[in-house]
């Protein structure tokens, strides 16, 4: 099994930075297949979900502002999801938390009283990366389990509500240039055992990634790692 994250940032931002991000994840997808992949190659699931025949692998792409991260495994029934998303002020934020996220969520994301933005980020990157695992889309966040513990002896951190038939390991990193642009990214592997992606930069510049949670989820709860910040 071999496990990757391809992340590129994009060094001119402004026009056409979301078609430059676009074709940059399929570069990134054919350096790590090591090969050239184009989109005609590509067939998709009943949902939508992209995937290439033939081959023992899957992989997910996702793109936000100047940044492209590509996940990507190899191996036999092995799947990955990933999502990132600029951390900037979002209007409707609360609203949507509102409608979508678990109460254990929805009081994570206050602190003294005050909603804070990083903290949605991480719930929703988070959801985002599990409902891509599944194939599904944004559409579909009600059916994404909650992210933070509501049980007494580990209340407010990080955990996976729900039942699976399949390990689960998902991580989630904060990217920073450190002149204030950051991006919230999640990435899950399925079928295997927690093992951490290779991550690689395909761009001349890199931004600085700090894992900030680990979270597995494993068929018998009783194996279930609650993570720590």
Not at 62 to 72: D, E, F, I, P, Y
Not at 102 to 114: I, N, Q, V
């Amino acid at each position: 099994m071999s496990y990757y994250l391809g992340l590129s940032i994009l060094s001119n931002k402004g026009a056409g930075q979301k078609k430059l991000t676009s074709t940059e994840a399929w570069r990134i997808l054919s350096q790590l297949e090591g090969r050239s992949i184009g989109e005609k190659e590509i067939r998709r699931e009943i949902q939508g979900r992209p995937f290439l025949p033939g081959r023992e692998l899957d992989f997910n792409i996702a793109h936000s502002g100047a940044l492209t991260a590509v996940s990507l495994v190899r191996g036999i029934n092995l799947r990955t999801g990933c999502d990132v998303e600029r951390i900037r002020p979002r209007i409707k934020a609360e609203g949507i938390a509102e409608n979508y996220f678990s109460s254990s969520e929805k009081d994570y994301l206050f602190t003294e009283g005050r909603f804070d933005e990083t903290r949605f980020y991480e719930i929703w990157t988070l959801k985002e990366c599990f409902l891509k695992l599944r194939g599904l889309s944004v559409f579909d966040m009600a059916a994404s389990p909650s992210f933070i513990s509501d049980g007494s002896s580990c209340k407010g951190h990080f955990a996976f509500s729900a039942a699976v038939s399949s390990p689960l390991s998902f991580r989630l990193y904060e990217l920073s240039d450190g002149k204030g642009e950051r991006y919230m990214l999640a990435t899950v592997l399925e079928g295997a055992a927690e093992t951490p992606p290779v991550i690689r930069w395909f761009s001349q510049s890199a931004l600085v990634c700090k894992m900030i949670a680990e979270i597995k989820a494993a068929p018998n709860p009783a194996e279930t790692v609650s993570p720590k910040r």
